[in-house]
C-alpha cells in the first residue's frame, strides 16, 4: 500500500485522534465506536471492524481501502464537528469536548486542560468552539503535522 503525502498526514492526524497517550494502538471499540458517530451507513456496511488493536500501518490499510477520495479535510472535520455538537447548536461547549475525549479514550485531560483547547480555538471569546473555529484548529494541527511553520 502506497498513501500519498497528504493521505499520510490526513491518516497520522485521524490515528492521533484515536491515540492521544501516543500508546502506538488503537483499540477496536474506540474504532467502532467513531465509525458508529460518523454516521455513515455506508461505510458502516463496507468497513470490516478490526478486532484486534491497530497500529498504525494497519489503521493506514484500513482507512485507504475504505477512503473516500473526493473527501476533503474539511468535510471530514465537519462530520466529527458535527458529531461532538450533540446538542446540534452549531457550536462545540467544553462539555461536548471533554464527552468526546473521554468517548475516544482520552481521560488525562484535566477540565483546565479541556478548557485550555476551547480558549486556542475559540477566536470569538464565547467560551464556545465554532465550525470555522473548529476548522482553523484542524488546518493549524495539520500543518504542524507536516512540520510547517505555524503561528
Known amino acids: 500500500m502506497s498513501l500519498s503525502h497528504a493521505q499520510e498526514i490526513e491518516f497520522k492526524e485521524a490515528f492521533a485522534l484515536f491515540d492521544p497517550t501516543n500508546s502506538g494502538v488503537i483499540q477496536p ?18 468497513i470490516k471492524l478490526p478486532t484486534q488493536p491497530l497500529d498504525f500501518k494497519a489503521f493506514s490499510a484500513l482507512l485507504a481501502k475504505n477512503h473516500k477520495g473526493s473527501e476533503t479535510s474539511d ?25 468526546a475525549l473521554l468517548h475516544f479514550g482520552n481521560s488525562s485531560l ?10 486556542e480555538a475559540d477566536v470569538s471569546g464565547d467560551g464556545r468552539i465554532t ?7 484542524m488546518q493549524k494541527s495539520e500543518k504542524k503535522l507536516r512540520g510547517e511553520h505555524v503561528l
Not at 33 to 45: C, G, H, T, Y
Not at 81 to 96: C, H, L, P, V, Y
Not at 110 to 119: G, K, R
Open 75 to 99: 468535510e471530514a472535520y465537519g462530520a466529527l464537528f458535527r458529531s461532538i455538537n450533540k446538542d446540534g447548536s452549531g457550536n462545540i461547549s467544553s462539555a461536548e469536548l471533554r464527552a
Open 110 to 119: 484535566s477540565e483546565a486542560d479541556v478548557d485550555e483547547i476551547i480558549t
Open 131 to 137: 465550525l470555522e473555529e473548529f476548522l482553523k484548529i
Open 29 to 46: 471499540q474506540a474504532f467502532a465506536d467513531f465509525v458508529a458517530k460518523l454516521n455513515d451507513p455506508e461505510l458502516a456496511k463496507n
